[in-house]
């Protein structure tokens, strides 16, 4: 069993930057890729970013890519998500999620992922 906790959400007016990161225990986290995903209110959750077990291939939403950066350090079993130049369209809960089946390949699709964090709140003012 794979617990994930995120951290590093909270207020920011639009143009700022946050670090999301996600620890992870009870697991092999080399064994995993890592996925980040966000819930807006009344919106399903989406695909944000994807990173694989090295942290050698990565995937992102396309609307996403150049403002958002997945990494992860295999000797902290933690996944970060790096945002940049924050919108108020970026308010959502954030949340981490952890792919046993296929760790060589940062996948999209929210069914691939077994585990799951608890989100932590990111909100842009504008």
């Known amino acids: 069993q794979v617990h994930l906790v995120e951290s590093g959400g909270g207020l920011v007016q639009a143009g700022g930057s946050l670090r999301l990161s996600c620890a992870a225990s009870?697991?092999?986290?080399?064994?995993?890729?890592m996925g980040w995903f966000r819930q807006a209110p009344g919106k399903e959750r989406e695909f944000v970013a994807a990173?694989?077990?090295?942290?050698?291939?990565?995937a992102y939403a396309d609307s996403l890519k150049g403002r958002f950066t997945i990494s992860r350090d295999n000797t902290k079993n933690t996944v970060y998500l790096q945002m940049n130049s924050l919108k108020p369209e970026d308010t959502a809960v954030y949340s981490c999620?952890?792919?046993?089946?296929?760790?060589?390949?940062?996948?999209?699709?929210?069914?691939?992922?077994?585990?799951w964090g608890q989100g932590t709140q990111v909100t842009v003012s504008s």
């Open positions: 990173i694989n077990w090295s942290g050698g291939g990565t």
């Open positions: 999620a952890a792919d046993r089946t296929i760790p060589s390949q940062p996948r999209s699709r929210i069914g691939a992922y077994e585990y």
């Open positions: 009870g697991g092999t986290f080399r064994s995993y890729a």
